[in-house]
């Protein structure tokens, strides 16, 4: 396995490098965002790698393992997932078979060549680590429960921990970026597009009802007076809500307009976030993370030189020791917001309003990662302004692209008669059941669970 800082120049753009960190630190936010987690092994083995990738976001194989380990974290919550984690499961299923495409080629087989004994080793105790657990819970006979799931749990974790922090890593992951992210902000597209014409109803419009002017009361009741909740303002935050949705993408797809959709997005996304519906700020940081992909080169060089700024003053004139530290700050936050919530657990209850007031601990943490990524988009924009923006990627129709099916067929789901739930119509006020109540969207019943529809009366 390459080794790192050996002929690598630590200042300049690598846009899978930076894309990577930027997913870790999402990834860990969720985690936050959602922390029932703690009682899984997937979870910890989710936490472990996003961890891993934070301090190598250069390795393929250590942001590969954190996109399958974030896969099957979904698989074991299903069905029960907000929107906006199914729809990342989808862009993750984009980048696993993007990762596939890599390490199946010749460039990526030709990458493994030369791994040490060490290496190997390790892959081979994982595996071993692996068959234990897979035996313990499959295997009759074998008693389930603290005293054999605590040690293969721990096993499966110290050899995962072993496997992600080998000194070395897998290189080549601009090839890999490139393939996905063009394909990603399309499905980007369709999600705003989906959600944006999901709040096209009766309801949504009514300020008596409405899910947008309900939202905009609960932000307001922080701010007292500051914030007006009259008719007109309830009204403004419906029609303003469902144009930021549409707008949003379309100002960031047209090169003269982007630098406003970043403004746009940043301030929309981190406003909603303030709200204290779990999982609100959980999905402002999967878009603050997505915004990545809409930076032109130019924009791009002008952000690491803006982190290589701040990592100089970090490190007190040392790049990498600013990095490291910085990379350890991320961590000790992340760790030390997690115990504070967990304690409240210990030190309360297992409630509702206990896990109210642990989302509120780590809201906090998320807004100041929020505002410090959507500030340096903005900052490395302005400064970049006047040069070119050209994406470094244009779409191409690639494998990734079979992802897409998914995207749009989630949308599209309730109006085939498939479920309503998850299908990008999140705080929509949508109903498609029976008459529904779309301005002008009906059902068609392809798919027959929407045709018993029963009435409960209170």
């Known amino acids: 396995m390459n080794r790192t800082g050996q002929g690598d120049d630590l200042t300049a753009f690598k846009p899978f490098a930076c894309f990577a960190l930027i997913w870790a630190c999402t990834t860990l936010v969720h985690q936050l965002a959602f922390t029932f987690w703690t009682e899984s092994w997937q979870g910890w083995i989710l936490v472990i790698a996003a961890i891993a990738c934070l301090f190598q976001p250069n390795c393929v194989f250590r942001f590969a393992f954190l996109i399958f380990s974030s896969l099957l974290n979904l698989w074991h919550k299903l069905p029960f997932v907000p929107n906006h984690i199914l729809f990342e499961g989808m862009l993750q299923v984009m980048m ?69 922090f080998h000194r070395g890593r897998i290189s080549g992951g601009d090839d890999f970026f490139y393939s996905f992210a063009p394909v990603a902000r399309v499905a980007l597209l369709i999600m705003y597009m989906w959600a944006a014409l999901q709040k096209l109803n009766h309801d949504y419009l009514n300020p008596d009802v409405s899910c947008a002017a309900k939202l905009h009361q609960e932000i307001a009741a922080y701010f007292g007076p500051l914030i007006p909740t009259a008719d007109w303002a309830l009204h403004g935050a419906i029609y303003g809500s469902f144009l930021f949705e549409i707008g949003i993408p379309i100002l960031l797809y047209i090169p003269r307009t982007r630098f406003l959709g970043f403004i746009a997005a940043v301030w929309f996304h981190l406003w909603l976030a303030i709200h204290p519906a779990a999982g609100i700020f959980s999905f402002s940081t999967l878009i603050l993370a997505l915004l990545f992909l809409f930076l032109p080169g130019t924009w791009g060089e002008s952000l690491q030189q803006l982190w290589n700024r701040q990592m100089q003053w970090l490190g007190r004139g040392d790049i990498d020791k600013g990095r490291k530290r910085a990379r350890w700050m991320v961590t000790l936050g992340f760790l030390i917001t997690l115990i504070v919530q967990g304690s409240l657990y210990l030190v309360i209850e297992r409630s509702y309003e206990t896990f109210h007031k642990a989302n509120r601990i780590g809201f906090f943490t998320f807004f100041a990662w929020g505002c410090w990524i959507g500030g340096c988009y903005l900052v490395a924009a302005w400064k970049a302004r006047g040069e070119s923006l050209e994406f470094p990627n244009r779409f191409r129709c690639n494998i990734c692209c079979l992802a897409l099916i998914l995207v749009v067929a989630n949308g599209a789901w309730p109006w085939i008669g498939g479920r309503t739930q998850t299908s990008f119509s999140m705080y929509s006020n949508l109903r498609s059941e029976g008459e529904g109540n779309h301005l002008f969207l009906k059902r068609k019943d392809i798919l027959p669970f929407q045709q018993d529809l029963s009435l409960i009366h209170i």
């Open 96 to 164: 696993a078979i993007g990762l596939i495409s890599f390490f199946v080629k010749k460039k990526g087989k030709a990458i493994f060549d030369g791994n040490d004994g060490a290496w190997k080793a390790k892959i081979i105790f994982f595996a071993i680590a692996v068959a234990v657990k897979v035996i313990y819970f499959t295997v009759p006979g074998i008693p389930r429960g603290y005293y054999l799931g605590a040690p293969t749990t721990l096993l499966l974790l110290f050899a995962t921990g072993k496997l992600l």
